[in-house]
Structure formats: structure tokens, C-alpha cells
């Protein structure tokens, strides 16, 4: 065979994939785990900088925060739903929402202690 055939044969064998675009839920999932995050860091912060009585109102601002993180993850499985989309940063935003969900919980029950 000549190799202009072979490169004949090779070119029918190739598929081509459509670029998808990410899903929308899961952009906006990562935009709320920033949000959380930047609200996370920020009392803790405030914490250290009042010497750990900062009051009850931060505690209710980070309660507040911590159901904004779980609002993030419930986006982020949601995205899992939308056809036709890339699941890359839905599936990031999802574990980041986790760990910082983790996080806020964790940090409740040392302070309640």
C-alpha cells in the first residue's frame, strides 16, 4: 500500500468531540465556595483579632456562611444534572464546598466545647 492510502484509512478512523462549555450551576457553585471562603477567613480573623469573643453576632454571620456552603455543594451535585456540559468545575466546586462545610462544622464543635 502506498502511504497516501494509509493516511486515507487513518483520516476515516478519527471522531471528533465537541467542545462542551462548563455547567452554569457548578460556575456559580465555585463562585459561592469563594464567597464562603473569603466570609471563613475573614471571621476567622475577627476572632483572633477580638482574643476569641467576638461576639454573638459573628457566630450567627458564620452559621450563616455555613449554610452557604452547603447551598454551594447542593448547586454543585445539581450541576451534575445539566446535558451537554463539562462536569470539571462542577465536580472542583463540589469538593471545595465540602471541605469548607467541613471546616465551619468542625470549627463549631471545638468552640463549643
Not at 467576638?54 to 454571620?61: H, P, R, T
Not at 449554610?67 to 455543594?73: D, P
Request: glycine fraction near 10%; aromatic fraction near 12%.
Amino acid at each position: 500500500m502506498r502511504t497516501r492510502d494509509i493516511r486515507r484509512i487513518r483520516k476515516k478512523r478519527r471522531y471528533g468531540y465537541a467542545k462542551r462549555s462548563p455547567a452554569r450551576k457548578g460556575i456559580l457553585s465555585l463562585a459561592v465556595w469563594l464567597l464562603a471562603f473569603i466570609c471563613l477567613v475573614l471571621l476567622i480573623l475577627v476572632a483572633y483579632v477580638h482574643g476569641g469573643s467576638a461576639g454573638a453576632y459573628i457566630g450567627a454571620l458564620g452559621l450563616m456562611t455555613e449554610f452557604l456552603a452547603i447551598f454551594g455543594i447542593w448547586l454543585g451535585a445539581d450541576s451534575f444534572h445539566e446535558p451537554d456540559r463539562s462536569y470539571g468545575v462542577s465536580q472542583i466546586a463540589t469538593g471545595l464546598n465540602i471541605i469548607t462545610a467541613v471546616a465551619f462544622i468542625i470549627i463549631f464543635i471545638i468552640g463549643a466545647v
